[in-house]
């Protein structure tokens, strides 16, 4: 950070307390949110580990060790690896929206990631079929 954008960023926390707190903009999670000279915007406390502690790659997780997120404070942030994708809840879930069990035969990985039960995508399927047939049916009699 250049010298000007440290006084602003510096102008923006609040040090009264044991933990230094972001008084500008919060993003919804609860971090503090400083708007470059470039335009671009970057956490508050991913900057100041930055500044006092050390380089932060786009993967490094910075975590709050006093566990307050508008804090700011060099000493109250660590850095805790790679990052991990959150796992959601669709991710924890053991079985589909109609009870059958996701198993490695009975799940389809979808291109975009999302699993499908098995079971579920036959029986839809063979309700798909049933109509095709039903129609045809209709449509060709005398």
Same mark, same amino acid.
């Given at each position: ?5 440290? $006084? ?6 609040? $040090?009264? *307390? ?14 503090? =949110? ?5 335009? +671009? ?25 006093? *566990? ?23 991710? =924890? #879930?053991?079985?589909?929206? +109609?009870?059958?069990?996701?198993? #490695?035969?009975?799940?389809?990985? =979808? ?15 063979? #309700? ?8 045809? *049916? ?5």
């Amino acid at each position: 950070m250049d010298d000007a954008t440290l $006084k602003r960023f510096w102008s923006k926390v609040d $040090k009264s *307390g044991d933990c230094w707190l972001w008084t500008d903009s919060l993003v919804t999670q609860g971090y503090g =949110r400083l708007i470059l000279p470039s335009g +671009r915007s970057q956490y508050a406390h991913r900057l100041a580990y930055a500044h006092y502690v050390g380089a932060v790659t786009a993967s490094v997780v910075i975590a709050h060790l006093c *566990g307050r997120r508008a804090c700011v404070r060099p000493e109250h942030l660590r850095d805790v690896g790679a990052y991990s994708p959150p796992r959601t809840k669709t991710t =924890r #879930r053991t079985a589909c929206r +109609r009870g059958h069990v996701y198993t #490695r035969r009975n799940t389809v990985s =979808r291109p975009n990631g999302k699993r499908q039960c098995r079971t579920c995508l036959y029986e839809a399927n063979r #309700r798909w079929r049933s109509a095709i047939k039903e129609k045809d *049916g209709s449509a060709g009699g005398d």
